[in-house]
């Protein structure tokens, strides 16, 4: 049996999702490719961070952000795609920004842990569907000619 490349589609609809009876958020899944990558790139700059120093010793680099931040940052830039029902203090109307949206994430942790879990939640669907998907099964065949092939070759062996 020889491999096969088979590509698997990657699922980046966004999908509205209901944070209470008010507001929607608007989001793709957690594996996201954009999302991921930074992610990627997050981590390899902690880790250059971390070699700054000597081994049993911990420090802080001017400048540097903590895990939640830093995932607060990546959700907004990269899975929240847009809200309604979002208020500023005043009660107006709030705007989707990426900046807002990681102020707002870092101030409530319910809203923070939501956006993880439903693009967790967005992700295992999709990944669910597509294996539903690809498990269904064709129709046996017998190895006859289908109806189509069957009529060319009887065409072609007519013609001759």
């Known amino acids: 049996m020889a491999l096969k490349l088979k590509k698997q589609p990657i ?3 966004a999908l509205w999702v209901e944070f209470d009876k008010d507001t929607k958020i608007q ?3 957690i594996d996201h490719p ?3 990558i930074a992610l990627e790139r997050a981590r390899r700059r902690l880790r250059n961070n971390d070699t700054k120093f000597e081994e049993g010793n911990v420090g802080v680099i001017d ?3 903590n895990e939640t931040e830093t995932q607060a940052q990546l959700l907004s830039n990269f899975i929240v795609k847009g809200w309604t029902g979002v208020e500023d203090a005043d009660g ?3 705007e989707f920004a990426p900046d807002v ?3 707002i994430m870092l101030a409530d942790p319910k809203f923070y842990l939501f956006v993880l879990q439903q693009s967790s939640k967005i992700s295992a669907d999709a990944k669910l569907e597509l294996q539903e998907t690809l498990e269904k099964s064709s129709p046996a065949s017998t190895g006859k000619k289908s109806g189509q092939a069957k009529l060319k070759n009887e065409s072609s062996s007519t013609n001759a």
């Open 11 to 13: 699922n980046t609809e």
């Open 27 to 29: 989001m793709v899944g």
């Open 34 to 36: 954009h999302y991921q």
């Open 63 to 65: 400048g540097e952000k």
């Open 92 to 94: 107006n109307p709030l």
């Open 101 to 103: 949206c990681a102020e």
